[in-house]
């Protein structure tokens, strides 16, 4: 059997950016997270509305959209009471979603918020939280963010949760002031960064620490010390990149075992993302600018979202061509790339699996038995979503001797 691959022109990294349409935050009110899924069509982000917004104080807890943001709803409270969503995460498929709230629970849903569930953790200071992509695994910090003074600076431990929340384990993290995690798609890397407090308890330097086996056991990483603030991984786990305001962006392609600085400016960074694959970085500061890249650092391109307001977080999908970003006291605003996904092609036993990175755009997969014809026929098997690479997957049992196959864009 004889198969051939054809895949579409690459085009720019887009850098438009367009205000969607969840609500803006009202005075002394705030965006606090976002998360999205692979394929970028549903998102999670988590408000703290105050009274003065046009719903009652007890049900401010987070907005979910299943269209990539073109409409929103607002979420049930996971308490019913005044306690709201504070960081957020979602598996690959969007079905699993977590959350830390601002009183210290963490809470659980597989009906994208309809219902939740809150987890066995004891309440304390969970200032982030990871998910592997089948949203089986998590992992929660105890510590402080740089920029986020509602809550009060303590230091703990790292969880862990193999069953989406329904117990957790204490790591064997040292006890620090933790600032930010991440997750590769199998939940087997982890990678998390601290803050450092000086004698007059303002922050100072912290260190990024990898674990390789689930939270087993921790390494304190070669990572120049800094304030970090995000940090951000392949699927895979061996490429990671993080930040830290007034600092550069740090990339490490061999799981954190060595570090470099990438040539951008030292500005007040407060949020990176990764692509599955490792190729395309995206980094967001406080002011809005925006820098991205195709080529894991070698290159970057800059532009900015259009407002003057704070910056505070970003998502971005599997494929690395939507990102989505919130404005402290602003909207949510979102940038979508047209992605070009190359074809992989494996044998299965006598059959064949065709692949492609999840796209954040829809694509049909396509088929043609002879090139010197124009035969493409679109082919009707649903892709499956491989939660360790993110990769959608058709096996194919062969009818002729060769075949062709290619993704053309709806």
């Known amino acids: 059997?004889?198969?051939?691959?054809?895949?579409?022109?690459?085009?720019?990294?887009?850098?438009?950016?367009?205000?969607?349409?969840?609500?803006?935050?009202?005075?002394?009110?705030?965006?606090?997270?976002?998360?999205?899924?692979?394929?970028?069509?549903?998102?999670?982000?988590?408000?703290?509305?105050w009274a003065s917004y046009p719903f009652s104080f007890s049900t401010n807890s987070g907005f979910a959209s299943t269209n990539s943001g073109d409409t929103w709803v607002l979420l049930p409270n996971p308490a019913g009471t005044a306690d709201r969503l504070f960081f957020v995460t979602l598996s690959a498929d969007g079905t699993k979603l977590a959350a830390t709230s601002m009183y210290g629970f963490v809470y659980?849903?597989?009906?994208?918020?309809?219902?939740?569930?809150?987890?066995?953790?004891?309440?304390?200071?969970?200032?982030?939280?990871?998910?592997?992509?089948?949203?089986?695994?998590?992992?929660?910090?105890?510590?402080?963010?740089?920029?986020?003074?509602?809550?009060?600076?303590?230091?703990?431990?790292?969880?862990?949760?193999?069953?989406?929340?329904?117990?957790?384990?204490?790591?064997?993290?040292?006890?620090?002031?933790?600032?930010?995690?991440?997750?590769?798609?199998?939940g087997t890397t982890l990678a998390a960064g601290t803050i450092g407090l000086n004698s007059q308890g303002y922050p100072a330097p912290g260190y990024l620490y990898v674990s390789t086996n689930a939270g087993a056991t921790w390494l304190q990483t070669c990572a120049p010390t800094n304030e970090w603030s995000s940090i951000a991984s392949s699927a895979d786990g061996t490429k990671l990149a993080a930040v830290a305001p007034w600092a550069s962006i740090y990339t490490s392609?061999?799981?954190?075992?060595?570090?470099?600085?990438?040539?951008?400016?030292?500005?007040?960074?407060?949020?990176?993302?990764?692509?599955?694959?490792?190729?395309?970085?995206?980094?967001?500061?406080?002011?809005?600018?925006?820098?991205?890249?195709?080529?894991?650092?070698?290159?970057?391109?800059?532009?900015?979202?259009?407002?003057?307001?704070?910056?505070?977080?970003?998502?971005?999908?599997?494929?690395?061509?939507?990102?989505?970003?919130?404005?402290?006291?602003?909207?949510?605003?979102?940038?979508?790339?047209?992605?070009?996904?190359?074809?992989?092609i494996m044998p299965a036993g006598g059959n064949c699996t065709v692949s492609w990175l999840v796209p954040s755009t829809n694509f049909v997969l396509q088929q043609n038995l002879d090139l010197t014809t124009t035969d493409w026929v679109t082919l009707t098997n649903t892709p499956m979503l491989n939660f360790t690479n993110l990769d959608d997957e058709v096996t194919l049992s062969p009818t002729n001797s060769s075949g062709f196959y290619r993704l053309v864009s709806q």
């Open 1 to 49: 059997m004889f198969c051939g691959l054809t895949a579409a022109i690459d085009s720019t990294f887009a850098q438009t950016w367009t205000q969607t349409s969840a609500p803006s935050a009202p005075e002394d009110s705030f965006w606090l997270s976002i998360a999205s899924s692979a394929d970028g069509s549903k998102l999670l982000a988590a408000a703290d509305f």
């Open 108 to 186: 659980t849903s597989t009906n994208f918020g309809v219902t939740w569930t809150s987890n066995s953790l004891p309440s304390q200071n969970l200032i982030a939280i990871a998910s592997s992509a089948d949203g089986d695994k998590l992992v929660t910090v105890v510590g402080m963010n740089p920029f986020f003074a509602l809550v009060v600076w303590t230091n703990g431990p790292i969880y862990v949760s193999t069953n989406s929340g329904a117990a957790w384990t204490v790591t064997s993290a040292p006890t620090n002031y933790w600032s930010c995690v991440a997750s590769s798609a199998d």
């Open 253 to 344: 392609a061999d799981s954190g075992a060595t570090w470099h600085s990438n040539n951008v400016p030292a500005i007040i960074w407060q949020a990176i993302t990764v692509s599955a694959d490792g190729t395309k970085l995206a980094a967001l500061d406080q002011y809005g600018h925006v820098y991205t890249s195709t080529n894991f650092g070698a290159s970057w391109a800059s532009n900015g979202i259009p407002t003057q307001l704070t910056c505070w977080g970003m998502a971005s999908s599997a494929d690395g061509n939507m990102l989505v970003a919130i404005v402290l006291e602003g909207g949510i605003w979102v940038s979508q790339a047209t992605p070009s996904p190359q074809l992989n």
